[in-house]
């Protein structure tokens, strides 16, 4: 009978040991103590979804969550100051969403006489990398030609290129390949094509700015891309 009961004792302190597993942002814990940041960042989400400014900025909320995913996934890969600054990054969110509120309603002015509209075109560019790469890849060298011809049949037109990966690797590290993604670009049009480097700035967003979710292979090539938009009002 004693052992019995020393069975049933030891079943019970399992049993208690598995359901004391605990989450942030629906990332299960690998240790008993987390820095307070968390608990800070996680009250002040809860805040911001209780408070009168969540029903005019829901998206900065939701950027919050995901942002405090991200910090506890990369802390437990060890990268704790980009954990601390992506928690810093989800309370700054969380408070401007708990400030916000409706548009101020103007009053009215009279409207303008009514005036011809000049004409605007635009283009758009969008060329995906491999992983870890900044090499333009040849199928998109006809899509690359194109915005060549549009800048030269329009040579006002001037754009900024935009670098942009996937959320795996350092912020650093990613944010110097998405730069070198979009000077890639850059390079391409200006030795290719003799389109003015001076018409072309480029800027690295890191994996700061996704358009598909990092969660899966499809999304993450959807982020490994350069983003250039091109306007010229005839």
Known sequence: MKNCFVTLNLMLVLLLTASCATYHFGVKDRAENLPVEFGQTEAAIAQAEQSRGARYCPEKIATAKELGKQAAETYW??????AMRLLAEARRLAKEAEGCGPAPVAKPEPPPAPAPLPEKICMTL????????????????????KVAEFMKKYPETTTVIEGHTDN????????????????????????????????????GYGYTKPVATNATAAGRQKNRRIDATFECVQ
């Open 126 to 145: 969008n060329v995906e990398f491999d992983f870890d790469k900044a090499d333009v890849k040849p199928k998109y060298h006809g899509v690359i030609e």
């Open 168 to 203: 795996r690797g350092k912020y650093e590290y990613n944010i110097k390949l998405s730069e070198r993604r979009a000077e890639s670009v850059k390079n391409y049009l200006v030795e290719k094509f003799g389109i003015d480097a001076s018409r072309l700035s480029t800027k």
């Open 77 to 82: 890969v060890c990268n704790n100051d980009e």
